[in-house]
C-alpha cells in the first residue's frame, strides 16, 4: 500500500500547489493534515484551550458533521468558493463533535459505550452469522457495519436509526426463537 501511494505521489505530485514535493511529506499531510485537520482542531479548540462551554447534548453526535462545519467554517460563502476551487473538506468529525459535547474524560467514556454497544455488537455479530452461514443475514450485517464506521468518522449518527431498528428486530426473533425452542423441550 505504501510503494503504491509512494508512486502515484511521485507521479502526481497532488500538493505541489502548497509546495509539498516530497511523496513521504505527502502522504503525512494527507494523513494528519488535509483528512484530520477538523480533529486537529477540535482537539485544539475544545480540549487544549477549551474555549467553549461544553454542550453536554448528545443528540449533537446525529447531525455532528453540521454541527462542526457551523462551528469551524462560519462564511459559508468562503466554504462554497474554496469547494469550487479544489476541496476544502471536513472528515473526523466524530471525536472532534464528541470533545465539543463533553469534557475529555466524559467524551472517552461515552466513546467507549458507543463503541461496544455498535461497533463491538455489530462486529460480533458479523462473525457470527458468517460462522453459521446465514448469507442474507450476513450481508444485512456488514452494510449495518459499514454504515456504523461511516457514522463514526463522519458524525453522522443519524445512520444508525436503522441499526437499531435490525438490532431491535433480530432481538426479538432470538427472543421468540429461543422462547419457543424452551417451550418444546418442556413438552418432550
Known amino acids: ?7 502515484k505521489y511521485e507521479e502526481t505530485n497532488p ?6 514535493y516530497d511523496p513521504n511529506e505527502a502522504m503525512l499531510y494527507r494523513i494528519f493534515g488535509l483528512q484530520g485537520h477538523l480533529f486537529w482542531g477540535a482537539t485544539d479548540r475544545y480540549v487544549v484551550k477549551n474555549e ?6 448528545p443528540a449533537d453526535l446525529l447531525y455532528g458533521m453540521r454541527v462542526m462545519m457551523d462551528d469551524f467554517a462560519k462564511d459559508r ?13 471536513f ?13 475529555l474524560s466524559i467524551g472517552l467514556v461515552f466513546h467507549t459505550f458507543l463503541t461496544i454497544v455498535f461497533l463491538a455488537l455489530l462486529g460480533w455479530m ?6 453459521k452461514g446465514a448469507m442474507v443475514l450476513s450481508i444485512i450485517a ?28 433480530y432481538g426479538m426473533y432470538v427472543y421468540l426463537r429461543k422462547k419457543k425452542y424452551d417451550e418444546q423441550l ?3
Open 1 to 7: 500500500m505504501y510503494t503504491i501511494t509512494y508512486n
Open 15 to 20: 500538493f505541489a500547489n502548497i509546495k509539498i
Open 52 to 57: 467553549a462551554p461544553k454542550s453536554f447534548n
Open 77 to 89: 460563502k468562503m466554504v462554497i468558493s474554496a469547494n469550487e476551487e479544489g476541496g476544502y473538506n
Open 91 to 103: 472528515t473526523n468529525a466524530y471525536p472532534g463533535i464528541l470533545f465539543k459535547i463533553f469534557p
Open 126 to 131: 458479523l462473525k457470527e452469522l458468517m460462522v
Open 142 to 169: 456488514y452494510q449495518l457495519f459499514n454504515w456504523t464506521i461511516y457514522a463514526f468518522v463522519m458524525g453522522y449518527f443519524y445512520k444508525l436509526y436503522f441499526t437499531i431498528f435490525f438490532l431491535f428486530l
Open 186 to 188: 418442556q413438552n418432550i
